[in-house]
């Protein structure tokens, strides 16, 4: 059995005293505790390969973790790995957002904000991702730092189940362990 190990890290926090929805915006990380990197980067495979999404913000956290030790094999930026895009409602705070009654976590996963993309929509372009990404690096550690949204779509993809990762929470510089096993080489 051949397997890929993926180690997920969500990005270091954003300064957002407000509690804005940053979604797809490129916002800056706040990676002033160094001590906090170097805990995480001892808990990771040495040279992996680590991919960020696009958005600053995990660039930033990869380079936090590279200066708290990690030592990895390759860097490589990838779009679709990108957060969910929220649409009109970027910027906006929560209490701003119309009353969307009672959904269900399915509904939930269905559910596009005006002008952005919908939970679905994020598991449909990751999971080409990590299928892609699997291939290469088979036995491989493979290192991506990204965003909540991206880490839920992954288990998602793992649970086969769209609504369930929704009630999953991803703390900033969490760490999840997924294996993507395959029992011939692609």
Known sequence: MLETRWHLIRHAPVDNPEG????????????SNANAFQLLAQ???????????H???TQQ?????ISGGLKVSAQIIENRLGEQDFGDWEGKLFSELPDLGLLG???????????GESFKDVCDRVKPIIVEISKIALNAPVLVICHAG????????ALENYSIPLK???????????RVLSETQY
Request: charged share 25%; no cysteine; proline share 5%.
């Open 20 to 31: 804005r929805i940053y979604g797809s915006s490129d916002k800056s990380a706040n990676t």
């Open 105 to 115: 976590n399915e509904d939930l996963a269905n559910f596009s904000p005006p002008n």
């Open 43 to 53: 808990r990771l495979p040495r040279e992996g390969i680590a991919i960020t999404s």
């Open 55 to 57: 958005l600053r913000r």
């Open 150 to 157: 991206t880490i839920r779509a992954a288990i998602a993809m």
């Open 168 to 178: 999953f929470e991803i703390n900033n510089l969490s760490l999840t362990r997924i």
């Open 61 to 65: 956290t990869l380079d936090a973790l």
